[in-house]
């Protein structure tokens, strides 16, 4: 999961993805450790975003980012060997638009951390709808606020009917991803990395 807040810093560079592509892991790495997920800090130390190690290397590389703490794994390409990063820091500070997600199946299934708003099931993607809360016959729009995640037996039984109708009650009130809830996943995410708990725990 990358709990991204537009900390994107374009495409990598030619020399970091050749890099990339010649690159072989060390031989006590896991071969998962390119893809460990890695804290992105602002340049103020404010914790933004989450970005695969393979990225989070590439942004260093670049000179966008500088590592704050290391996962205690190595990239060995070419000549040179790298430690991966756990945490990385942007070297320029970047403004984080207030709102900046899009609306996408995706971005509620993880504002609702892909539980069944109705009735708590936790439920792989897959195994998830949408959920109009003011059904789309009855003028119900698709916006953050009406939009939830829903398991299939809750959707087939709330068919056309508001929550109330349909003798249903919504978990929480829906709101629009921002940068709080962002943060909250991303302590989720965090708390089994001690590296990450001193940005996001304060
Ligand atoms: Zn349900």
Excluded at 119 to 146: F, K, M, Q, Y
Excluded at 151 to 164: E, I, S, T, V
């Amino acid at each position: 999961m990358s709990a991204r807040i537009e900390a994107d810093a374009g495409q990598p560079g030619r020399h970091a993805a050749g890099l990339f592509a010649s690159a072989a892991m060390h031989r006590d790495s896991n071969g998962n450790a390119l893809h460990a997920p890695v804290l992105v800090l602002n340049a103020s130390y404010e914790p933004i975003n989450v970005c695969a190690a393979r990225r989070a290397l590439v942004l260093v590389l670049k000179g966008v980012a500088m590592t704050e703490e290391e996962n205690g794994h190595f990239l060995h390409a070419a000549r040179i060997a790298m430690r991966v990063p756990s945490v990385i820091r942007l070297l320029e500070y970047r403004r984080i638009p207030h709102q900046s997600r899009a609306l996408s199946r995706k971005n509620i299934l993880l504002r609702d951390r892909n539980t069944c708003q109705y009735c708590a099931t936790v439920l792989p993607s897959s195994e998830l709808t949408l959920d109009h809360v003011i059904p789309r016959s009855r003028g119900g729009s698709s916006t953050w606020e009406n939009l939830v995640a829903c398991c299939h037996a809750c959707n087939r039984r709330k068919g056309n009917q508001f929550p109330l109708e349909a003798g249903m009650k919504l978990m929480r009130e829906p709101r629009a991803f921002n940068l709080h809830t962002s943060r909250h996943i991303m302590r989720l995410m965090g708390r089994s990395d001690d590296k990450w708990r001193k940005y996001l725990f304060y």
